[in-house]
């Protein structure tokens, strides 16, 4: 069983940058996705981010390209998700989970979940 612990979040400005980390409680395969999701008020849960443990092969969600970067440190066994030039939009609660998705962005094919931590961006 892997636990994962989000860090990071918090109040931050609109315009301005705030990092995510995910640490797992234990190694995982080296195949393993690691993904960010989050989830609105009244919205469904969408993906974010998602970085492969072994290659660092990175997915996107097209609402962040080019604003947010995913990146991991095998060593602390730590992924972390850099959000710049935040809009008010990005308000919600990011999740991270771990597991070996065919498509990166399907949540369903993950199996393990953080508890999930808040963002809000303000105007």
């Known amino acids: 069983q892997v636990q994962l612990v989000e860090s990071g979040g918090g109040l931050v400005q609109a315009g301005y940058s705030l990092t995510l980390s995910c640490t797992a409680s234990?190694?995982?395969?080296?195949?393993?996705?690691v993904g960010w999701f989050r989830q609105a008020p009244g919205k469904e849960r969408e993906f974010v981010a998602a970085i492969r443990w072994s290659n660092g092969d990175r997915w996107y969600g097209d609402p962040v390209k080019g604003r947010f970067f995913i990146s991991r440190d095998n060593s602390k066994n730590t992924a972390s998700l850099y959000m710049n030039t935040l809009i008010l939009e990005d308000t919600a609660v990011y999740y991270c989970?771990?597991?070996?998705?065919?498509?990166?962005?399907?949540?369903?094919?993950?199996?393990?979940w953080g508890q999930g931590t808040q963002v809000t961006v303000s105007s």
């Open positions: 234990a190694r995982t395969e080296s195949s393993t996705i």
């Open positions: 989970a771990a597991g070996n998705p065919y498509y990166a962005n399907d949540e369903d094919a993950y199996d393990y």
